[in-house]
């Protein structure tokens, strides 16, 4: 079946660092979609790219889909203590359901 | 609007023994779905609905797992006789009908098998 690898699986940064995780697939995605799960909580839609190469902004989150719609990045520009959780990737690959396939997740932790 | 709800939030039982999870997802969505994830590892996919018809079952991992959705409305998921593997945090989400809807989940059941 379909797998999508997110790195790195932890990772702590300082209050105001950037902050970077991947998901890639080794089969062609129909669209991607980011999460966050803030810890004891449930995961949240942040948001959905479906054009190969479309790079989409939220404030100080910056999400982009590869050109051949096989790898995907959330960056967050000077971290904030709100910005600690999980964050998931979750992938649908062409030609299926609705069925989503999650990355193991990226922990975050922003030290003040 | 009213979110994705899900009852018990947390579930202590024996290897042998009978739960059932519920799921009430947000009115008018017709697609629920439920997802597991076992000790911090990733959101795996179980099962999907449209309505009251199982789209996707693919994620099931075996037969003791058994979920309905009678009516279209709230699925419950039954783990009998539950096993220490099955232990983990299940996820239930809902989405509008067409393609790429985001999902909305509910804060999960936590299952613990002792």
Redesign the interface.
């Known amino acids: ?1 379909q797998q999508v690898m ?1 790195i790195p699986q932890y990772q702590h940064v300082q209050e105001g660092e950037d902050f970077t995780t991947y998901c890639n697939s080794s089969t062609t995605l ?2 991607i ?1 980011w ?1 966050k799960q803030r810890p004891g ?5 942040l948001i ?1 790219l ?1 054009k190969s190469g479309e790079v989409k902004k939220q404030k100080r989150l910056t999400f982009q889909f590869g050109e051949a719609k096989k790898n995907s990045s959330l960056h967050i520009t000077a971290t904030q203590t709100t910005d600690v959780g999980t964050y ?1 990737c ?1 992938a ?1 690959s062409s030609g299926s ?9 990226t ?1 975050l932790t922003v030290l003040p | 609007e009213a979110g994705v709800t899900q009852f018990p939030s947390h579930s202590v039982i024996e290897k042998g023994q009978t739960v059932t999870l519920r799921c009430d997802p947000i009115s008018g969505h017709d ?1 629920l ?1 439920w ?1 597991r994830r076992v000790m ?6 179980l099962l ?1 609905f449209v309505k009251e018809s199982k ?2 079952e ?2 099931m991992p075996n037969n003791r797992f058994l979920a309905e959705r009678t009516g279209g409305t709230y699925s419950t998921l039954k783990v009998q006789p539950a096993e220490l593997e099955d232990s983990g945090v299940y ?1 239930c ?1 809902s ?1 509008h009908s067409g ?10 059941t936590r299952l613990s098998i002792l």
């Open positions: 079946g997110q129909s669209n979609q999460y909580g449930h995961p949240v839609f959905q479906v998931f979750a649908r359901a609705r069925q989503l396939t999650f990355g193991s997740g922990q | 697609n779905y997802y911090g590892k990733e959101i795996k996919f999907h789209q996707d693919s994620g996820f989400a989405s393609g790429g809807q985001p999902q909305h989940f509910g804060d999960g």
